[in-house]
């Protein structure tokens, strides 16, 4: 457990430049300034090791800084999504504040490899003590002279800088990032250009999570197949969990992909005493959510959870037990889309805003028999009918909701009060 | 209408983005204008940031008006940001939040009679295993008790 973006977290001052270098960080780096790294080495560890984008898409790591365009005469750019914000989701904001340096180390990496001189690292606009220490972080590598131009001496020139959000999850959809970056509303773009082609100020651009770039100086530290090693077939390496709900010790657990869900709810404590687990959403509020027999079963990978139904997500495992409402808990959700929904596409924009008014007319006690119908074709006719995944998101709740857990949306119209809560 | 300490955080903003692309500190300098306008904005303070940064009055007011942290009606000295979200919901946010309301005498939204505390509901703030938690200002508060948020709130001034 522990072993590569929390692998400090129990030391002193975990964030400081010292703890950083005290467990081989910059090494990497410093390989690089020396010209012992070539971008190409860099990529083909990268595609060994199977580390996948853990922002939510695992889109696989190598491939996507391959799509650069390293050669093309102009600006290029590295950015950095610390715009984390789907409920269940807690993991960057902990590696930006006890982890800061092997974000900006990966980022560093990363500029070098699609010989891109600028990044910026997009946090959210709530998380300013994660701002804080990462500004000081930032502080730290230009004084010990790890950024900069024409670093110690190489020709390799990086700059970063920060960028704060306002309140927006949208912003946390790479394209929507970028126009957010720009100093507009957050309003996702079309794709095709992927940002690799026209990006960040119309320049090539990449977009990683926090996560994922903190996970770089690692496995080129130690070697693509090491990290490989650490998970199982198709889902490389470790990965932050947050474990959070109805669980004795909430918490993140950084942990080897294909962990089995049982253990990893053992690690949090289990479920509140009394109390027996009814259903798990593993990857976040946007992926499908599971019932206990199945959760039980699955084991924490790509293919498992996708085995399972649903999908790893960020890793945010939401725990519910019996005692949990689950028509209270849908519209919750839908409450949330319908609130962060930008507003550009109909089928979304109209569409949360129907999932939401009919499910809360169901627990105001004044549902219609086929209300389950109507909900089941306004998620139906939102899905894949956007510019974004944000409407998928949207949808794949409710979808999985009312498959699982049907009866006690078909009794709280009959009855016109909840199941589980009377 | 923007003090020359707001100008100066402002600037320090601009210069991290490529010449002619200052208007990718319109955000922040929204944001700081209006912490020192009575937390919230108006189409004057809007249109200054405009002018301040060269860019089109509606292009600022588009993104302040986008936004969830900038505020366009009145709002107290401190806003309590309530997380209500699935995993906050689940630990028992909405009693907090109902306790909280009962103590100020204030539903959501709006502003105590002293003019001192708001009291907003919002989506998922990320701290989701310290549930359930709001945020004062800067500074989250998590794990979340009813004693636990006398003693926070009856420390405000």
Not at chain 1, 263 to 280: N, P, S
């Given at each position: 457990?522990n ?5 400090n977290?129990?030391?002193k ?7 950083y270098?005290?467990?081989?960080g910059?090494?990497v780096w410093?390989?690089?300034?020396k010209?012992?790294?070539t ?25 996507k800084w ?5 050669n ?6 590295v ?17 930006l ?8 180390e990966?980022m ?10 600028k ?16 500004e000081?972080?930032?502080k ?13 001496g190489?020709?390799?020139s990086f700059d ?6 306002a ?20 309003l ?24 994922s770039?903190?996970?770089v100086?690692?496995i ?6 090491w ?13 932050l ?10 918490a993140?657990?950084?942990v080897?992909?294909?962990i089995s869900?049982k ?20 990857g ?8 206990a027999e ?5 084991t ?10 649903s999908?790893?997500?960020?890793g ?11 028509v ?5 959700l ?6 962060e ?18 499910l809360?007319r ?22 894949g009918?956007t ?10 709740p ?6 699982n ?14 199941m589980?809560k009377g | 209408?923007?003090?020359?300490k ?16 200052q ?11 209006q ?6 904005l108006t ?14 009055g509606?292009?600022a ?5 986008f ?8 709002v ?11 995993s ?13 309301e ?9 502003v105590?009679?002293?003019?001192l ?9 990320g701290?989701?295993?310290g ?16 004693d ?10």
């Amino acid at each position: 457990m522990n072993e590569v973006c929390f692998k400090n977290l129990e030391q002193k001052d975990p964030w400081s430049l010292k703890t950083y270098e005290a467990n081989g960080g910059y090494s990497v780096w410093r390989k690089i300034l020396k010209g012992e790294f070539t971008p190409e080495q860099i990529i083909d560890e990268l595609k060994t090791s199977g580390l996948r984008g853990r922002g939510g898409a695992g889109f696989p790591t190598g491939l996507k800084w391959s799509f650069m365009p390293r050669n093309a005469d102009m600006q290029k750019y590295v950015v950095c999504n610390s715009d984390e914000g789907e409920p269940g989701t807690c993991k960057d904001r902990d590696i930006l504040r006890y982890n800061p340096h092997s974000v900006i180390e990966g980022m560093a990496i990363g500029g070098f490899v699609m010989n891109a001189t600028k990044g910026y690292n997009y946090i959210r606009g709530e998380f300013m003590e994660p701002f804080y220490r990462f500004e000081d972080a930032l502080k730290e590598a230009y004084d010990a002279g790890l950024l900069g131009e024409n670093i110690d001496g190489s020709s390799v020139s990086f700059d970063l800088y920060t960028h704060l959000g306002a309140g927006a999850y949208i912003c946390g959809e790479e394209t929507a990032l970028l126009e957010s970056l720009e100093g507009k509303k957050g309003l996702p773009r079309f794709k095709p250009p992927f940002p690799a082609n026209i990006g960040l100020y119309g320049k090539p651009t990449t977009i990683n999570n926090t996560e994922s770039f903190a996970s770089v100086p690692d496995i080129l530290a130690k070697g693509g197949q090491w990290f490989a090693d650490i998970g199982v077939e198709n889902s490389g390496g470790c990965k932050l969990f947050s474990v959070t709900g109805h669980v004795n010790k909430p918490a993140n657990f950084e942990v080897p992909m294909g962990i089995s869900f049982k253990d990893l709810l053992e690690m949090a404590g289990g479920i509140r005493e009394g109390r027996t687990l009814k259903a798990v959403i593993p990857g976040g509020s946007s992926t499908p959510v599971l019932t206990a027999e199945v959760a039980m079963a699955m084991t924490m990978d790509y293919d498992g959870i996708e085995k399972a139904g649903s999908m790893l997500g960020a890793g945010s495992v939401i725990i519910m037990d019996d005692s949990t409402c689950m028509v209270e808990a849908l519209t919750r959700l839908a409450h949330f889309y319908y609130d962060e929904s930008c507003g550009q596409c109909t089928p979304c924009r109209e569409g949360t805003g129907w999932l939401y008014r009919v499910l809360k007319r169901i627990m105001d006690g004044n549902g219609k028999a086929d209300d389950i119908d109507l909900l089941m074709s306004v998620q139906d006719k939102i899905m894949g009918n956007t510019i974004c995944a944000l409407g998928d998101a949207a949808a794949m709740p409710v979808e999985s909701f009312l498959r699982n857990f049907r009866e006690e949306f078909e009794y709280y119209i009959e009855h016109g009060k909840s199941m589980v809560k009377g | 209408m923007i003090s020359n300490k707001a100008k100066k955080q402002i600037d320090a903003w601009v210069v991290k983005y490529p010449e002619g692309h200052q208007s990718s500190a319109v955000m922040e300098a929204l944001k700081l204008v209006q912490a020192e306008n009575d937390n919230r904005l108006t189409p004057d303070t809007i249109q200054a940031v405009a002018d301040y940064l060269d860019m089109p009055g509606i292009a600022a007011a588009e993104v302040a008006t986008f936004y969830e942290n900038y505020n366009h009606k009145p709002v107290g000295k401190h806003t309590i940001r309530f997380c209500h979200n699935i995993s906050c919901m689940l630990n028992g946010s909405d009693e907090l939040i109902t306790y909280l309301e009962n103590k100020l005498g204030v539903k959501t939204g709006e502003v105590t009679k002293d003019g001192l505390i708001n009291v907003k509901k919002v989506e998922c703030l990320g701290a989701c295993v310290g549930a359930p938690m709001f945020q004062i200002g800067d500074q989250y508060y998590e794990n979340l008790t009813a004693d636990k948020i006398d003693e926070i709130v009856d420390g405000l001034k």
